[in-house]
């Protein structure tokens, strides 16, 4: 594809330091392309079905929108961790969002580190979007360079995601998953796993352990209440869940993540 405009959109530049705590699995799916560099310490991070990969000191990690991302955090030899990213929509064509139409490693090439380490630093500096504007502009320039262009993105695999998301908290249906794929029942598990890489069952579990963990951290609702504000009608079954995925209970995890937030 000829590209003729690039629109860049709802940007978060930011980074934290902090001591970490490498047992928890940090579960998340954000809705912007993520370009993460540890700076001091190191991540362990999987986006559905890639990886693990460890980023290494000044390692880059590049994660598209939408997609789950299994993230541990590792300290440096100080025992923290100090971290940067950048979050952004870029739009080509005032079309098509990047990372649907570019594939990109999820390890970026060690020989960008220097230059991305540059490229947020600065970016978070500049007091306002104009200003970080140069930066991000590089930015995108450097995932074109390393990204590889595809057709499009699989329409098939929006409309699953948009219904999980959609309906992750209440009944994911059978029935609807073989409408939107168009196929028989006995088909449907195999297929849906072809496309998004894991089973219905363990997609929509995934992502309703990513949304507890963020009303952990934003609200103060009780864990039972938290459970089934996301689709758990077993507490037990939940607890039992969150620790197996995240490697933590929710009341530690909640207070562990909010300790590292306070600090930040």
Partial sequence: MEINSIGIGKVFVHGFESAVHPEINIVKSLPTLSVVQSVRGSYRVSVENTGPVETGELGVFI????????????????????????????????????????????????????????????????????????FLVRMVNILLEIGTPVESKNALTSKLKNYMEENYAGNVSAAELCGIMCCSRSAMYSRFKEVMGETPVRYVNNLR????????????????????????????????????????????????????????
């Avoid at 870029?90 to 390890?107: A, G, Q, R, T």
């Fill in 63 to 134: 994660a598209p929108a939408n997609l789950t991302q299994h993230i541990n955090e590792f300290p440096g030899a100080d025992g923290t961790m100090l971290s940067h990213w950048i979050f952004f929509d870029v739009e080509i064509n005032k079309s098509h969002k990047l990372d649907e139409i570019y594939s990109f490693p999820l390890l970026m090439p060690a020989r960008y580190n220097d230059e991305v380490f540059s490229i947020i630093e600065n970016a978070r500096a500049a007091k306002d979007l104009p200003s970080k504007m140069p």
């Fill in 209 to 264: 352990i990513s949304h507890s963990q963020d009303m952990l951290l934003e609200t103060d609702l009780p864990i039972a209440e938290i459970a089934s504000a996301v689709g758990f009608r077993d507490q037990l079954y939940f607890a039992r869940l969150f620790k197996s995925i995240t490697g933590t209970s929710a009341s530690e995890y909640r207070k562990l993540r909010r300790e590292i937030a306070a600090k930040t």
